[in-house]
């Protein structure tokens, strides 16, 4: 089936510093999406990219839909401890398709 | 307010059962979904649902039986437990069809002993 590559597969960063994360597909899509997931919750929808090229932020969340739509990237800035968790991108080829989720990145903040 | 509930949240069960874990969401959505997570945090679709109608079956096992009373319920029900069905189970639902946003439950933690 189709799959996602996302990366990195984990992160130790000190509290104040940024992150970047990314996922590639060798399919094109046509939704990108990123959600965060915390110990024993489901996942929480950050960001969605539905236009190649867009670029959307979430506070200190910053997410772009890459113009070949095969990737997407993530970027926190000023990381604080609560950012800890796994964060998910997932795509979808088409309307009527499944979202097809990456592997995950387990970011952890050190104070 | 919950927008998508599951229960139980945990279940423990000995191999060979069957068991069923209820979704609800009250967001007045049409399609809803279940996925598994395995231990190793992979998070697969297994069945949708738009409209109580079956949209999306991916190649999960015949024991595995989603039922959709009204657009607003998809069950699970699993016969026959395997170990390798150990994993966390989420419930999530959208707008329409799959490509609007999912919105995810809290999940079900089944352990198959």
């Known amino acids: 089936g189709q799959q996602l590559n996302q990366s990195p597969q984990s992160m130790f960063i000190q509290e104040g510093e940024d992150v970047s994360m990314n996922c590639t597909s060798s399919?094109?899509?046509?939704?990108w999406l990123w959600y965060k997931q915390d110990p024993g919750e489901g996942p929480v929808l950050l960001i969605a990219?539905?236009?190649?090229?867009e670029l959307t932020s979430n506070g200190r969340l910053t997410a772009q839909f890459g113009i070949t739509r095969k990737d997407s990237f993530l970027n926190i800035s000023a990381s604080i401890p609560s950012d800890v968790g796994i964060y998910f991108c997932?795509?979808?080829?088409?309307?009527?398709?499944?979202?097809?989720f990456g592997k995950g990145t387990r970011l952890s903040v050190i104070a | 307010d919950t927008a998508v509930s599951q229960t139980p949240k945990y279940l423990v069960t000995q191999m060979g059962n069957d068991k069923s874990i209820k979704c609800e969401q009250n967001?007045?959505?049409?399609?809803m979904y279940w996925y598994k997570q395995d231990s190793k945090k992979f998070l697969k679709i297994m069945f949708s649902?738009?409209?109580?109608?079956?949209?999306i079956n991916e190649t999960v096992p015949n024991r595995f039986s989603p039922k959709s009373p009204d657009k607003a319920h998809l069950n699970l029900h699993i016969n026959s437990l395997e170990l390798g069905d150990s994993a966390v189970y989420f419930c999530?639902?959208?707008?329409?069809?799959?490509?609007?946003?999912?919105?995810f439950g809290p999940g079900t933690r089944l352990t198959v002993l």
């Open positions: 999530a639902s959208s707008l329409r069809r799959t490509g609007d946003t999912q919105y």
């Open positions: 399919s094109i899509f046509n939704t």
């Open positions: 990219l539905y236009k190649a090229g």
């Open positions: 997932a795509g979808q080829i088409s309307g009527n398709t499944p979202l097809v």
């Open positions: 967001l007045g959505h049409d399609t």
């Open positions: 649902y738009n409209n109580k109608e079956l949209i």
